[in-house]
């Protein structure tokens, strides 16, 4: 058995909106649901934790009326860090789990066979991260001035999901740190001194993090319309 944490427990100070942008709708739909669904497809994945603000656990029991999640083994209440959300996540877990996928619930772009590939990775390895490549040239600065230039043939953005067979994510976090500067889990387990396998994966899996964000996954989860056989010969 293997269990997919979505993390969905954030504030969202820099989303700067009334409503946390897990409950955003885009499509008919809130955010949070868009990203479930695409673990509910992922056949790599029998069970999922959610983990969400206390405060709102209710207001997603109502939204499961509308869109059930046949796969939603818990949810959880998070803690005051991200890493103490996925470790309170990590202990709703089925004893069966074999590896633990975690993700960001602020990114609904990821893509099934991206999360298959990543749990497939770690069943292997011990541990796998869901990397993009670098387009940007990459910069390092001394004071008010450019330091230097990173080769970014050897950079990769750090995705979502990060999957982990349960005892090197258990022994990750019997080191004892839950504190703000754990942005991913791969962190901890490179602490251990674990190897990490990384998986490529698209540049569409954006986190959805400031209003703007919006509106590029507005395009890319709005439904495509096939043209019609009069469309294609006119």
Same mark, same amino acid.
Request: without cysteine.
């Given at each position: 058995m293997n269990t997919a944490i979505i993390v969905a427990a954030g504030s969202g100070k820099r989303f700067k909106s +009334? *409503? %946390? *942008?897990?409950?955003? $709708? =885009?499509? @008919? *739909? %809130?955010?949070i649901v868009h990203t479930l669904e695409r673990f509910q497809s992922a056949v790599s994945i029998q069970a999922i934790i959610l983990v969400l603000p206390e405060e709102?656990? +209710? $207001?997603?029991? *109502? =939204?499961? @009326?509308?869109?059930p999640v046949e796969k939603l083994f818990a949810v959880v209440a998070g803690g005051s860090t991200r890493a103490e959300s996925v470790q309170k996540g990590f202990g709703a877990i089925s004893p069966t789990t074999e590896v633990v996928a975690v993700h960001d619930g602020a990114r609904p772009l990821?893509?099934?066979? #991206?999360? +298959?590939?990543t749990v497939e990775k770690a069943m292997d390895m011990g541990a796998a991260c869901l990397v993009a490549s670098v387009v940007d040239t990459i910069k390092t600065v001394r004071g008010d001035e450019i330091a230097n230039t990173l080769d970014r043939e050897? !950079?990769?953005?750090?995705?979502? %999901?990060?999957?982990?067979? &349960?005892? &090197?994510? $258990?022994?990750?976090?019997? !080191? @004892?740190?839950?504190?703000?500067? &754990?942005? /991913? #889990?791969c962190y901890l387990v490179e602490k251990l001194g674990h190897p990490i396998a990384f998986v490529? @994966?698209?540049?569409?899996?954006?986190?959805?993090?400031? !209003? +703007?964000d919006l509106v !590029?996954? /507005?395009?890319f989860l709005r439904p495509q319309k096939l043209p019609t056989a009069k469309q294609c010969i006119g």
């Open positions: +009334d *409503k %946390p *942008k897990q409950f955003v $709708e =885009i499509h @008919g *739909k %809130p955010l709102r656990i +209710d $207001e997603f029991a *109502k =939204i499961t @009326g509308r869109f990821v893509s099934p066979s #991206e999360i +298959d590939a050897k !950079l990769r953005r750090a995705l979502t %999901p990060q999957a982990f067979r &349960v005892e &090197v994510l $258990e022994r990750a976090f019997n !080191l @004892g740190d839950l504190s703000d500067a &754990v942005t /991913d #889990e490529e @994966g698209n540049s569409r899996n954006i986190k959805i993090t400031h !209003l +703007d !590029l996954a /507005d395009a």
